[in-house]
């Protein structure tokens, strides 16, 4: 590249409150067309919005989760433009006093802490979707997602690559997945992106004329269609040709965008505050509580566990995908009080049996108590790890106290020398052709016979001792 | 004294001690409607059959000792509330086959306090109008002189009551939709403070200014429907969470003491002299009961027109967006594409003044127009709610003409739109304020026809209108039209006792 | 105001509103009397004046988040000019 990218993202993202923001309705993913409109959400004639105090909530949440400024006196305005997938023929948003503005979120890129500015996050309500029939007479409207509250979240043009857009996508991503306000499913439409993109001579203060891609909804799409973008702008400038300013659609399958409306179409919304709604005042009691909800961060908890923990960067990431999981692992290091053991204990066993699960969840189905004493079992020794793994089987999706458990299966170690004893004997006595090849001088066959004791003892001998009784017992041979 | 005549609290006093029976004074009214219904062409839809059901169901509960307030008193909405199973026009071929699945607040609050709806009253097409001629349906014709136009936009809700087609009505307020048709049509009227009445299931025209209200044929009767009207509603985010002293026990309290002020702005060039000192009597009649009069000024009041006519119709504009033919109303049948559905719908089902209005409202919404226009008329508007509320500093409450001239002649204004709005002068700023504003007839002009006065005041004293407006009304008269005076033929009247 | 022709049409298409030769002529008309008139609004000083958007001093209607699951589907489309298959059936959306 010659030239220097520079690019802003407007993210948006619906907000995970049981009822839409202007009406009752549920705010469900998945339901039948249209099972879940009301006449308010419809826009029928005559009827009025009612603001959901939540979703005010999870929009000042989402704010101060990314260091916003949030506004003591807002208001709700009316953007007009008539579309199919939107019932009044406005959108209710909020124009020039947004819930939250002044805020960043941090990435990290090439190793180097970068803060990519937040200029608004305003709050709205999002349209219905339009099916395309191959069979049906035309175009068909669900409006479902009609009035499902939504936040926009509008970068400054901090960016210089696809790449930190895309970091800065993932940031905010998990933020608002920390935070409770969205479950981010971007393959659910529920967290989309526009980009806003334009080059400049490296060294140049001014920007250039940008163009916006509509509607990125997965981070792949906002790393592929920046890159495309750049490029394509790119050859034009060295074309010699200007770039207009326009809003451009991006189309993943063909990893092309395609010109939608230039800035001389550009829409004249005519603003004007919502007369049917009164403004919001959010005093400071009710900043503080929003504020006690918030849960720490990923970003502080990754530095935290490293710094603290002693855990690695690669697991400290891992252990962070999720506030579930890195709930459960401080939960379960805290009462085990192993963090390295509480760490592998999930990175390998609780995310393996997560992903194997038929039906996607982000709940663990283990409690931070419950884990940290199955490893408090085997840290101690008086389970196995094999009989560690069990009882991880027979826990999750119960409420069950391990403890209990180890008794009712029965998995306290065996440390009887003579039930040992009398097992090994047996052993032995059973392969004969294993013995031969111990003191023909075969290694494996330790562990072959060592495989058979466990086995006979049902998991809960103490390896150490088994396999010192059993080298004993074969030396003496 | 007819049924017809009879005032709201005496029929609801009636059916109570059981003098009377709700289905025949459902009955009297509904046999009134043949004969004259068509003369004035007040009411859009006719809810005859369901009317009598309600009837006979709330004779039952009547007869229990049962029954709300209201039990058994027939009434009106105007076209713009929501009746859920009965159609709700608007008075546009927008909406003429509308079957709203949801009822208004207001309509519920009526229903439950017992009344009967015998059926839905002609308008201006989404109230916007002074003259009740820019209806789908037709105009209504003033029942004093069928010659002459109802005023508007409640033109249907003015002329029920004036005709003796109900006892009383509701209608909608958004510059002077209430008291323009009340003054024309000899009734009384109220718009009541912004926020005083729920605004759910009213078919929205300027969201900021609209507010619901009575007419009644007199002072007492619209304080007994204000009373069930007012009220929270927590449906509508601008209603007021008030609890509101009944007005109805304190109408006959008097108004010894009370200050009347005159706006000097209200009485300039322009206004009918008749007109003039119809008012002043009414005045006089004030001072008489022993209220203090003086002048006062409210000068923004002047460019009311003007902001109010930005205002309302950018509102509008957006308001009147979502008829766009996909989940209700009009559907253009020439339409062959997205783009073509919205325009030819929206062409074909709005009438002339709503267009006007939109493209008004959407020019000074428009970008390059929107600071000129539309946030130069919301500061005046300021400038006109900071006048009223100095004037308030001295006085109780305010008297003014309620239009410039008394009903004129249909057809007579309807080429010209900007003379129609001018009618407008008086009664707009009080939208823009949001203030209660109480219409009470107080003579007749030459010519015959009704004259009203207008009583402005505080927010939320609508208490003190009503005072002030009995002391006028006890002191003057009520006024009856012809219409109401004149009684049906023997045999239609039968159902009579 | 211009409320010349092209100021017609420009606002009728943002109020997707079809309007004809002759109503578009009308209307010119009609807008340009009401917008001389409301040429007196240029004249006011309305100074450090801030706008008055609504005249209500409510503040914080909000509802609590609570969703009721009433559905209405078959009612809602039984208002609808044409539905299919539990949509609103609208033309081809070209996007």
């Not at chain 1, 394509?232 to 399958?253: F, H, M, S, V, Y």
């Not at chain 2, 009373?227 to 985010?237: A, H, I």
Request: with cysteine; aromatic share 6%; glycine share 8%.
């Amino acid at each position: 590249m010659n030239h220097e990218i520079v690019i802003g993202l407007e993210i948006h993202a619906e907000l995970r409150t049981a009822s839409k923001v202007f009406c009752s309705c549920a705010n469900e993913f998945g339901v039948e067309p249209n099972r879940r409109t009301c006449p308010v959400c419809l826009g029928m004639p005559g009827t009025l919005p009612v603001m959901n105090k939540k979703a005010v909530s999870y929009a000042i949440k989402a704010g101060l989760a990314m260091n916003c400024t949030i506004s003591s006196f807002s208001k709700m305005d009316r953007k007009n433009y008539f579309y199919p997938d939107m019932c009044k023929a406005y959108q209710i948003s909020q124009f020039d006093l947004p819930f939250c503005r002044d805020g960043y979120v941090e990435i990290e890129i090439d190793g180097q802490k970068k803060r990519i500015g937040i200029e608004r996050i305003h709050l709205e309500e999002d349209a219905g979707k339009l099916n395309h029939d191959p069979f049906a007479q035309g175009t068909l409207v669900d409006y479902n997602r009609c009035g499902v509250p939504l936040i926009e979240i509008v970068s400054r043009p901090d960016m210089r690559s696809p790449e930190e857009a895309k970091l800065f996508m993932e940031a905010v991503k998990e933020i608002l997945e920390f935070t409770g306000v969205s479950d981010c499913k971007m393959q659910e439409g529920s967290l989309r992106a526009d980009v806003n993109l334009s080059l400049r001579p490296y060294g140049q203060k001014e920007f250039g004329t940008r163009t916006e891609m509509k509607n990125l909804n997965s981070l792949r799409a906002v790393l592929r269609a920046g890159y495309a973008e750049a490029a394509r702008q790119e050859a034009q400038i060295l074309a010699g040709k200007n770039i207009p300013q326009e809003t451009r659609r991006w189309d993943d399958n063909k990893g092309e965008s395609f010109s939608m409306r230039s800035k001389e179409e550009a829409m004249d919304y005519r603003y004007f505050p919502e007369p049917d709604l009164v403004p919001v005042v959010i005093n400071d009691a009710w900043l503080e509580a929003v504020r006690k909800e918030l849960p720490e961060l990923p970003q502080a908890r990754r530095v935290r566990y490293q710094e603290t923990l002693g855990i690695p960067a690669y697991d400290a990431t891992l252990l962070t995908s999720t506030i579930q999981i890195a709930d459960l692992f401080e939960s379960a290091a805290d009462i085990c009080g192993n963090a390295k053991a509480a760490s592998n204990w999930i990175m390998g066993e609780i995310l393996r049996r997560m992903k194997e699960q038929e039906e996607e969840s982000l709940e663990p189905g283990i409690s931070g108590p419950q884990l940290g004493t199955i490893i408090v079992l085997v840290e101690k020794g008086e389970i196995t790890q094999t009989s560690g793994k069990k009882l991880l089987d027979t826990v999750i999706g119960t409420e069950v106290d391990p403890n209990v458990l180890v008794d009712r299966l029965n998995l306290r170690i065996q440390r009887d020398e003579g039930a040992i004893t009398a097992v090994i004997a047996q052993v032995l006595e059973k392969n004969p052709q294993a013995i031969l090849d111990y003191q023909a001088g075969k290694g494996k066959a330790v562990g072959f016979l060592m495989g058979q004791a466990m086995g006979m003892l049902k998991g809960k001998g103490d390896p150490g001792q088994v396999k010192a009784a059993l080298e004993e017992k074969l030396k003496a041979l | 004294m007819e049924l017809h005549q009879m005032p709201v609290y005496v029929l609801a006093e009636k059916l109570k001690k059981k003098e009377l029976g709700a289905r025949e004074l459902t009955q009297a009214y509904l046999n009134r409607m043949q004969t004259f219904q068509p003369e004035v062409n007040a009411f859009i839809t006719v809810t005859e059959e369901k009317a009598l059901a309600k009837a006979e169901a709330l004779q039952k509960m009547l007869d229990n000792d049962q029954g709300g307030s209201l039990a058994g008193v027939p009434m009106a909405f105007k076209d713009n509330m929501c009746t859920e199973g009965v159609r709700t026009t608007c008075a546009s071929h927008m909406l003429e086959n509308f079957i709203p699945p949801y009822n208004a607040t207001v309509v519920e609050r009526f229903q439950s306090a017992g009344t009967i709806s015998l059926g839905k009253l002609n308008m201006d097409e989404f109230a916007m109008g002074s003259s009740n001629e820019n209806s789908f349906f037709g105009p209504v014709r003033n029942p004093w002189n069928g010659e002459k136009v109802s005023g508007g936009s409640s033109g249907g809700s003015a002329a029920a009551v004036s005709a003796g087609l109900a006892p009383f009505t509701l209608g909608s307020d958004t510059g002077g939709s209430i008291r323009l048709p009340a003054a024309f049509c000899g009734v009384v009227g109220m718009k009541p403070t912004y926020g005083a009445v729920s605004r759910f299931g009213l078919v929205a025209f300027a969201s900021s200014l609209d507010q619901i209200g009575p007419l009644t044929s007199n002072v007492k009767d619209c304080a007994l429907v204000l009373d069930t009207l007012m009220g929270y509603d927590p449906k509508d985010s601008t209603s007021a969470n008030v609890v509101h002293e009944a007005c109805f026990p304190a109408v006959t309290q008097g108004v010894q003491g009370m200050k009347i002020g005159l706006a000097i702005e209200y009485f300039g060039a322009g206004l009918n002299e008749e007109i003039k000192a119809s008012v002043y009597g009414a005045v006089k009649a004030l001072e008489n009961a022993g209220a203090i009069s003086g002048e006062c000024s409210v000068p923004a009041t002047e460019y009311g027109i003007s902001a109010y006519y930005l205002l309302s119709s950018a509102e509008a504009s957006a308001n009147l967006a979502r008829y766009d033919g996909i989940r209700y109303g009009h559907r253009s049948e020439a339409a062959t594409d997205m783009q073509e559905l919205y325009r030819f719908t929206r062409g074909e089902g709005f009438g002339r003044e709503v267009k006007n209005r939109i493209l008004l409202g959407t020019h000074a919404l428009s970008s390059g127009y929107h600071d000129a226009l539309y946030v130069k008329a919301l500061k005046v508007r300021r400038m006109i709610h900071d006048d009223f509320a100095k004037a308030f500093e001295t006085y109780d409450i305010l008297v003014s003409p309620v239009s410039p001239t008394t009903a004129y002649k249909i057809g007579e204004k309807t080429a010209d739109p900007l003379q129609m709005y001018l009618g407008d002068v008086y009664t707009v700023a009080v939208n823009l304020a949001g203030l209660p504003a109480l219409v009470v007839p107080c003579g007749v002009d030459a010519q015959g026809m009704p004259i009203g006065v207008q009583l402005i005041g505080k927010p939320f004293s609508e208490k003190k209108l009503l005072q002030a407006g009995y002391a006028i009304e006890a002191a003057l008269g009520q006024l009856v039209s012809p219409m109401a005076s004149q009684l049906l033929k023997q045999a239609e009247g039968s159902a009579r006792i | 105001m211009q409320a010349d022709e092209k100021t017609i049409s420009y606002v009728a298409n943002l109020a997707a509103l079809h309007l004809t030769q002759e109503e578009k002529e009308h209307y010119s008309r009609d807008l340009v009397a009401i917008m001389n008139y409301m040429e007196e609004l240029m004249a006011i000083d309305t100074g450090d004046v801030q706008p008055m958007e609504h005249v209500l001093s409510i503040r914080n209607a909000l509802r609590e988040d609570v969703a009721s699951n009433t559905d209405m589907r078959d009612k809602l489309l039984a208002v609808a000019p044409k539905t299919e298959e539990g949509c609103y059936l609208v033309p081809n959306v070209v996007e």
